[in-house]
């Protein structure tokens, strides 16, 4: 069964710095995965998809995702962290269920941004 | 282009009590469902539509019924409420039901409260 791990359940950066967010997936075929942030209060924003079009993935606000096969990775990584950014961001998959599709989440990453 | 649309945002019950969550969708979207996401739980499929009077239950689907008598519009039942179903409920919907490489969108939430 395709499964994702988000390895972290809390990051913390400095506002300018490096954000990386870790994503491994299980799977026996090439997955469809997907990036999701959610702002307090609101619902699932699409962040970014991975379609097996290019391994590179470039989404909104200035992340963006590299496929790795060989390591079962989906990272998320943005340059520089905004204050704006502070969020929980979910990795997803996609696996056929009961004739339809759904989505697999990870259980989330708490992402803080320090002044 | 207003997208998924939830109401209400909030709302508190009490046990043995039952209500409607509204879901409604402008972008002609084929597939529809529901999710709960509770803490250290991530977000759990409940029941989805992938189409016109067509329903199916999800991962967790006791105690809630869905109907989907137009494209548009997805309301979820809570037939008689408990305190384990207060969470924060999702609605999303994707352009297809089968193919994997479409993304949910998500509206906002309800955020309910069973005392």
Same mark, same amino acid.
């Given at each position: 069964a395709q499964s994702v791990t988000q390895l972290g359940s809390h990051v913390s950066v400095s506002e300018g710095a490096l954000v990386l967010l870790r994503c491994n997936y299980s799977s026996s075929v090439p997955p469809y995965l997907f990036w999701y942030v959610q702002y307090p209060n609101q619902g699932l924003q699409l962040l970014l998809k991975y +379609?097996? %079009? %290019? +391994?590179l993935v470039k989404g909104i606000n200035g992340f963006e995702a590299e496929f790795k096969k060989s390591e079962t990775s989906f990272h998320l990584t943005k340059p520089s962290a905004h204050m704006s950014d502070a969020a929980e961001y979910f990795c997803a998959v996609t696996r056929p269920f009961q004739g339809a599709q759904k989505l697999v989440f990870g259980q989330g990453t708490r992402l803080t941004i320090n002044p | 282009n207003a997208g998924v649309t939830q109401t209400p945002k909030f709302q508190v019950l009490k046990t043995g009590q039952s209500m409607t969550l509204q879901c409604a969708q402008d972008m002609n979207h084929e597939y529809m469902s529901w999710y709960r996401q509770d803490p250290g739980m991530g977000l759990r499929l409940i029941h989805y539509s992938v189409g016109a009077g067509i329903t199916d239950q999800g991962e967790v689907p006791n105690g809630y019924n869905v109907s989907r008598s137009t494209t548009e519009d997805f309301p979820l039942r809570l037939l008689s409420a408990a305190p384990s179903q207060t969470s924060v409920y999702f609605c999303a919907s994707s352009y297809s039901g089968t193919a994997l490489n479409q993304p949910q969108h998500f509206g906002d939430g309800t955020r309910l409260s069973i005392l």
């Open positions: +379609t097996s %079009a %290019a +391994t | -």
